[in-house]
């Protein structure tokens, strides 16, 4: 294909207009198309006053709908506000309830000045507002900013299971940056507009909720920002953060091979770096997150280890397999513009998404993923690996081609697996690499056959072109209820913005935050980052992110609470609720602590917590909520401590990629080590022995692979504490091709020696003469009762069969050192008294209740689980308060151990969070 190939059909394109039949009749047999329900706007037309606000307001939209057989009717016409201001002039966002009756959509008053929501009968009738002017704040706390405020947008609405309805306001003062103003959350309301009120606290946005079918939550995408500060003594603004940040990688000279082409060189073999708080690059990143309609239970919806392209996503909806399908943003967004936005389906958890359509890279970055093409789409934004030229989608004069690529708005999926999406034809490249597309363009389509693997996949307008966007399409169909979650908490939160820890705890209470073990990883091939190393005297601090005075959301953080890391990883503090917050680590000299695989130490982004209300987790680290939290008090302890190992091989393969020219200097059979520094002339390590502790066993660029002319291969780690290791773990590279990059990979290794030692002396020492082969582990046991804190492997040449990328030597892909620091116990204990279920020191009828209250009607979580189980037998049930009652009316048997008084003892899967006793 020519390069010119993508312009020739833009041209093609362009010229034939569009012109289509709406609704084209299907096939006989096939399943018949559902009505829809859509916004025509007409973008850059704005009527709105002068204000500060979060949307671009069209004029004279339109909510429309399209029936079975083609038919357009209007639900909502902004033309006739002119003789009824209770009409919107413009609109946005509709969701249609569960039962297919009524549609909620956001709407722009003329006599508000603002969006607000409204809901309508899907046929047309019925037309009410739902949200008002009305709105308690005080703004006379920003002084000359308060202007800034007097004004408020609520947007994208969805139904909840419940008939209550969920929707994104800028009601609570916040400013934004980024050409957003205004900052953005989520707000609950009844059917009929009744008991609003807000369930987030974001500094920055909480845009596009909906529902995830299969458990009721709310799904939203978070804008993960931290705020940029003026420059002290300019009054200057730093550049803004780009889009994607942070990058998470270490910065490293890599050696050229090659005119152009260089590899880099391994990261550090210590597991701990500083990085000046200057240097840090801040973040700006969308996410899907999860949350209750309560607002509790916040958690990270999907996201792929450090990989911020990976994890960007925005607008989210949902397929019959339970997908998230999502928008990749490689610009901040402003809602009710389109942009040049792709398409892609996001799977809860930790794994990688699949593209659908549309660009897929930021700015500037090269494409290294394959893209779905359809017949009529070429490589978008760019071949992979390749740079784009500047010119590849200018608009000229040439021979018609049949390809043209899409930017997105907006995709749902209909019932019989098509998506419906609005997009618009790639016009040219911005200043910024990205597409442009005229605002007016954005139509209907439905994709049929949609699918990475599919190359079969066909775009079909819907409608005859018009002069308006066409934005924000979703089906007119029942839809099963998702489960209902009932309120664990009616507190209600205040839109004052407190500018002190303690004000805010007068006015919104506290919450516990208390991370298990922040040391703790998650299995291996879990896509999250590791966790902060152990040994190496961190702390972690609070900081409160008020608004303040600033209109960019520059303002300064507020230190709120300070902690040292103790051995055993567990951090709890009482923080105030209602308020954004984040979390730092620190290294001893104050520096930001950066682990080895490039993750700065912090939750980059603002977290929040709702009064009496408990927030537990483990680890620290981008996707830490992903993570499960262990029920037995015991498995807290213990965690995979290889990653916080300094780690050394005695050779590691360096090879130039086949077909690439070698400078004079440099020798294709050079042996290098993987630390830090290279000999004169060596070629970087591809498979460094850093790959063994990275928790991922994945083939082809997760491997160790050492070097076949040697006798022994040894790989060394250490551990700056002494540690207890239960297990140890050694996988095999994982299953890939026959052939990779370099040659044949087919290996067995079939023995190798394991030596653990303290202070350079010996420990244990386990010979093993197991096969290893690709795809297999090995599982070795070790007495937890002799701590050491340095590990060797030694495997013999001899015990090596066959090749791994055409090399000789030992191929592995991962070890698993399972254990603990060394001083801390092994069992863990709690200290409390039994019964004292509220923790006041005191055992009487209170505590039942408070049982009670917890067990039936959502009470607050408990101080002390362990103190409910007034039986002992470590489950918390009905039998508790009942048991309790008997032995406080003298009525029954003694309580377990300790009993009424302050005693200890061994923790099972019941927590003790506060612990009253002296």
Known sequence: MGRHAGVCALVALLSQGFISTAMAIDEPGAQARPEIVFVSRHLGNSEQSERDSVVRTASRGQLQAIDSNGGIRTLVDARLNTNDQSIPIDVMDPDVSYNATHVVFSGFSSVGNGWRIFEIHVDGSGLRQLTHD??????????????????????DPCYLPDGRICFVSTRYPETAPDGRKRATNLYVMNADGSDMHRITTERFGADTPTVDPSTGQIVYSRWWRTAQLIEEGTGEEPEPIR?????????SEGEEIAPGVSLPTPVDANALRNVDAEEFPGVNSWFLSSVNPDGTGLEMFSGFRLDREESQAYKPSFTRDGRALSLFIP??????????????????????????????????????????????????????????????????????AEEVQFSYESAVELPDGSLLVSAAPVQALNEEGLPRARPSQFDLYIMENPSAENAEATMRPLLERRRTAELDATPIVARELPPVIRDLTTDRLTNYIPQTAEEAVRMNGTFRFIVENIHFNAPVDFNVPSSPPIGQDLAIEFYMAPQGSSTEGNDEPVLIHREEIGPDGRVEAELPAGVPLFEVIRTPEGHLAQGRDG?????????????????RCVGCHAGHTMVDVPQDARELRFTNLAPSAAIRASSAFGRVPPQRPLPEVVD??????????????????????????????????????????????????????????RQLVVHAPGQGPEVGIFGERSQEIRGFVIETTLGGETVEERIVRRRLTSGNRITIELDLERPFDGLTMTIAQRDVVGLYEGEAGPALSEIVVNGMVASVSTVPTATFRRGDANCDGSLNVTDAIVVLSHMFTNGSDLCCEMSADTNGDNTLNLTDPVYFLNYLFRAGGQIAPPGEDCGTVEQGALSCDIQVCP
């Open 668 to 725: 294709a059979e050079n042996e290098i080590i993987g630390l830090p520094g290279f000999a004169p002339g060596a070629v970087p390590a591809i498979f460094p022995p850093q790959n063994l502790v990275d928790r991922s066993t994945m083939a082809m660029g997760n491997e160790w692979v050492g070097a076949g002319s040697r006798t022994n291969s040894i790989v060394q780690m250490r551990w700056p504490v002494p540690i207890r290791s």
């Open 331 to 400: 610009v901040t967004p402003v809602i009710g513009e389109p942009a040049p936005f792709g398409v892609r389906l996001y799977t809860r958890g930790a794994e990688k998404p699949e593209a659908v359509g549309g660009p897929q890279a930021f700015p500037g970055q090269t494409l290294d993923r394959e893209i779905p093409l359809l017949p009529n789409l070429p490589p978008f934004p760019g071949v992979p690996g390749e740079e784009l030229p500047p010119d590849f989608f200018e608009l000229v004069e040439q021979e018609a």
């Open 599 to 615: 993750q700065v130490f912090h939750v980059g982004g603002m977290n929040f917590g709702r009064e009496h209300r408990t927030a």
């Open 134 to 155: 009305l709105r308690e704040v005080d703004l006379e706390q920003f002084g000359d900013n308060a202007e800034r405020f007097l004004g408020h947008d609520d947007l």
């Open 243 to 251: 889009p994607g940040s942070p990058g998470y990688t270490i910065e």
